[in-house]
């Protein structure tokens, strides 16, 4: 499973009150979307296009269990990697289809715009401009599966243990 895309840039500690506001709880999933990191880059989530890869720093998605993973993956982000992630922020992305993997340095490696490649089976990441790549923990066969079929619900919908709509 590999995804190449431009990068966007954030830094350490980046929780899940920044990833989905308070303001976007009620909003509409097209909202949401547009309210998605507004607190610390306004203005962000309308400049992400389809494709484009998410690196951070060291603990992101801390906090709550708000959706933040599924914002991201509907803002149209392909995937994203960080330093470290939040365990729990982690199962979420999983859980929701939205590739994710942790591989230390990995924020030194990039400048905001450059293009990743990302290879989610191997745990590797490559900055094409540079050339450098890392690796970090790689995607279990059955977070693959769950992530190709859109998310946990949808292979939940495929094997039949959830009657299809």
């Not at 190449?4 to 920044?18: A, H, M, R, S």
Request: with cysteine.
């Amino acid at each position: 499973m590999k995804i190449k895309g431009k990068v966007w840039k954030f830094g350490d500690e980046i929780n899940t009150d920044l990833i989905f506001p308070h303001s976007a709880f009620r909003a509409s999933p097209d909202e949401q979307c547009k309210l998605c990191m507004s607190d610390n880059r306004p203005g962000w989530a309308a400049l992400v296009e389809p494709g484009d890869i998410l690196i951070a720093g060291a603990n992101f998605g801390t906090g709550s269990s708000r959706p933040g993973a599924a914002v991201l993956k509907r803002l149209g982000l392909a995937g994203m990697v960080a330093e470290s992630c939040n365990g729990l922020f982690y199962r979420n992305c999983i859980g929701y289809g939205f590739a994710a993997l942790s591989v230390p340095g990995v924020a030194g490696m990039f400048e905001e715009g450059d293009i990743a490649e990302v290879d989610y089976s191997e745990g590797a990441v490559k900055n094409l401009r540079t050339g450098e790549t890392r690796r970090g923990n790689k995607l279990s066969g059955e977070m693959t599966e769950i992530i190709e079929a859109g998310g946990i619900e949808a292979v939940l919908t495929a094997k039949g243990y959830i009657p299809k709509n």
